[in-house]
C-alpha cells in the first residue's frame, strides 16, 4: 500500500514539474490561452466559440424563440 501511495506521488510530481517547466525557466513565463477566440488558426478558419456564436445569432435575429413562440400564440 506504501509503495504504491509513494510510486503514485512520485508520478504526479513528475507530471506537475514538466508542466511547470515554462513557467519556472522562462522570465516572463504564462501558458498560452486555450480559449477559441484566443487562438489565430481558429480565427483563420473562421471558428467561433458557442458564446460568440449565440451573441451574433442573437443580434441578426429579431425575436428569441422564446418571443416567437409567444407572439405566434398571441395573434391567432
Known sequence: MMKI???STLIIAIGMAFLCVKLIFRKNGTFSSQHIHDSQ???ERDI???MDQDRE???SSRFAVA???RNNK???
Do not use: F, G, N
Open 5 to 7: 501511495l509513494l510510486t
Open 41 to 43: 488558426a481558429m480565427r
Open 48 to 50: 467561433h466559440c458557442v
Open 57 to 59: 445569432m442573437r443580434r
Open 67 to 69: 418571443e416567437k413562440c
Open 74 to 76: 398571441i395573434s391567432k
